[in-house]
């Protein structure tokens, strides 16, 4: 089992950046896949990012050369680094943990969530 626990989330201008951190629990957390989720008032959880046991990332559409996701498996973390944000990345974000390699850019696939960071970006 793992516990997440986001961090880094705040208020920042259009254009600026922001690091998010989760953090993990228990000593599995190698041999999970991890992504961070978004979500917006009215609005379904969107993906933002994947990163894969073997490294391996990929992005949603909205946020592909903007973010990076990484992880570091000694720390027991995993972040995701927002650039040139806009205020249409205004949203709570998730991290999330799995092991699903199907339909990998939604929730289902993924057992554990953190409770989420708030971001606002003001225009």
């Known amino acids: 089992q793992v516990q997440l626990v986001e961090s880094g989330g705040g208020l920042m201008q259009a254009g600026g950046s922001l690091r998010l951190s989760c953090a993990a629990s228990?000593?599995?957390?190698?041999?999970?896949?991890i992504a961070w989720f978004r979500q917006a008032p009215g609005q379904d959880r969107e993906f933002v990012a994947r990163i894969n046991l073997s490294g391996y990332t990929y992005y949603g559409d909205s946020v592909k050369g903007r973010f990076t996701i990484s992880r570091d498996n000694i720390q027991r973390t995993a972040s995701l680094q927002m650039n040139s944000l806009k205020p249409e990345d205004t949203a709570i974000y998730y991290c999330a943990a799995g092991r699903s390699i199907i339909a990998t850019m939604t929730a289902q696939a993924y057992d554990y969530w953190g409770q989420g960071t708030q971001v606002t970006v003001s225009s």
């Open positions: 228990g000593r599995t957390f190698g041999s999970y896949h």
